[in-house]
């Protein structure tokens, strides 16, 4: 009998690859759709040693009103997951939660995924108002362009 349990097992595990599920795009009650961007390799982000490990999943909030046009954008902005490569480099790190609010435009969208430093794994969001936060154990860092970036749909230079 235990041989074969052991058979079954080990059949569900081959057919289900080796226990890992098929990455699926993560829903929840602040979402209304979302869209995977397939990871093959980890793309290293320009933060310390983090790799982006994971696909990015494309979350659209349905929590605020937002206008028509926001929607929109959101829903036509794609991204490049090769485009994270080192991008970081080439941001400004925001100071604080105020900074970021009076700085930056928000849009009901971002692009989530996994990053890691080969030890830990953190949530890293990409917004279209050229922001970047990666979720640390206990605090945010949030990157941002101040100059204009083909990838993201603004800039975030608002009242300097």
Known sequence: MLVLIALISISV??????GQAPPEAVKNSKTDSTEHIHSLDS?????????LISDLTKKISSNQKWDS???KECQ???INRDSLKNIIREMDIIKSPE??????YFYPCTYEGIVSDGVNEYVINVAPSSQITIELEDTSIVYVFTKPNSMFLSVCDCCE
């Not at 793309?43 to 790799?51: E, M």
């Not at 900074?99 to 930056?104: K, S």
């Open 76 to 78: 036509d902005w794609k």
């Open 43 to 51: 793309v290293p982000i320009g933060y310390l040693n983090f790799k």
């Open 69 to 71: 046009a926001s929607i």
């Open 99 to 104: 900074e970021l609010h009076a700085r930056c």
């Open 13 to 18: 595990t081959i057919l289900s690859g080796c």
